[in-house]
């Protein structure tokens, strides 16, 4: 039930998607993280979500997959991200957010359901901000709120985060077995297998290590969120891993304290990943959140 990729052209950059399920459902637009492919929302994870009544719509962020390539853009120096630097951001996560819009626009889509996870929680969180009209529902996953105050990596990840990764196939798919054991829920351990089709599979769709640092740059930049948080109004649920050491717990619940009425869910033993026998939950929240916002539409006035 995937359309295989298509892709979309808002201003100038040209996105990378992918729907699963049926037109006529209600659209839900994921949002991916930081160096991640719109592939690491799992292919089956996305029909589990069609199958409950939505339209799925998956795409490739800029700088990543086969989206545009800011090529012409500096790749920011490590000493530019540790300082927090200006000069690492030739883009920022609002301009990431429009991306989405335009998206949408593309789509003919006047308002989706949203869920993000990790940067792409972060660019949801601006898509309901800055544009509230065009946000049906919001699922924040991994995230945090942009304070620096919270939601901070444990430093042990540093090294990971700021490493160059090998550009030879095997190389490459070693490297992502081991960012899942990095990163990954202990509890849940990462079949082997499944990570290592995933990570041929975004080889061959094409692999950009400067998109990547790029994307950091705009991260690292970013402003606190935590006021205009508080504008949010549309049904949100927050979702966090006790076990996430790249983005602190912390910042899941941060962020849940700062959009009104937000329903946090905490899943313990779940790190900066999503396992497959956690996904059950994971939709059941997705699909609540959903179902809250319809039937607040459905209410009379």
Known sequence: MSSGERFARTGEIELCY????????????????????????????CQQVADRGFWV?????????????????????????????????????EDMASDAVGLLDHLEIASAHLVGVSMGGMIAQLIAINHPDRVRSLVSMMSSTGSRRVGQMHPRLYRWLLRRPRLDRESYVQDVIGTYQAIGSRRFPPDPERIRKLAERAFDRGIHPDGAWRQLGAIVN????????????????VIHGDADQLVMPSGGRATAAAIPNARLVVIPGMAHDMPPVLWPQIIDAIAQTAAQAQDTAARPS
Do not use: C, K
């Open 18 to 45: 992918e729907t699963f399920g049926d037109e006529a459902e209600a659209p839900m637009l994921l949002v991916m993280g930081l160096a991640s492919q719109m592939i690491r929302w799992d292919d089956d994870f």
């Open 57 to 93: 719509i998956r795409y490739d962020n800029r700088d990543i997959g086969r989206s545009t390539i800011l090529r012409h853009n500096p790749s920011p120096s490590r000493g530019q991200l540790l300082r927090r630097d200006p000069r690492a951001a030739s883009y920022s996560l």
């Open 222 to 237: 970013a402003s606190d969120r935590s006021p205009l948080l508080g504008q949010i109004r549309v049904p949100t649920t």
